[in-house]
């Protein structure tokens, strides 16, 4: 229980290796926000409906960065601890460089350029 009366935000949260983060935070004590723009709530009620609280978050639009905030310390009342996990990745189709679409190029880099900043300067 190194992290009781901590409060971690979890960005990409949903699923993957950010819900494994989300495991272990609340397994050492933390209360936990599942930030994902896939709906994060439904895992953090199967996680810990007291301590884990899912908000639907895209990390590269800082309206709803900010909202998530928020909302993350509306309901826990602060935040510790930024995991900046979100990010396009496992899902690229592996290609020559020179072939990537630009809109791949742009939601790559909204997400996982922008995306952690937002995080780090909200
Ligand atoms: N899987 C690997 O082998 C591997 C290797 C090295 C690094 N990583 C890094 O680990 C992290 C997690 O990887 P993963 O394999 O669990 O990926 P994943 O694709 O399984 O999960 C990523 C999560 O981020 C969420 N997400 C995507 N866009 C988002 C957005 N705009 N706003 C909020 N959430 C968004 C997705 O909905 C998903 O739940 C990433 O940062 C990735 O770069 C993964």
New binding site residues.
């Given amino acids: 229980m190194r992290l009781a009366g901590t409060v971690a935000v979890i ?10 983060y989300g495991r272990r935070f609340l397994a050492e004590g933390a209360r936990v926000v599942l ?4 709906d ?1 709530v439904a895992a953090a009620l199967e996680l810990a409906p007291e301590r884990a609280y899912g908000v639907r ?5 800082m309206a ?1 960065v900010r909202a998530m905030v928020h909302a993350a310390v509306a309901r826990f009342g602060r935040i510790d601890v930024l995991v ?8 690229l189709k592996p290609q020559p460089f020179d072939e990537i679409p630009e809109a791949e190029w742009d939601r790559v880099m ?3 350029v922008k ?1 952690t900043a937002l995080l780090l300067t909200t």
């Fill in positions: 960005t990409g949260g949903a699923a993957g290796i950010g819900l494994a930030a994902d723009v896939a994060p978050t895209d990390v590269s639009d709803s900046n996990n979100a990010a396009v990745f496992a899902t909204a997400v996982n995306g």
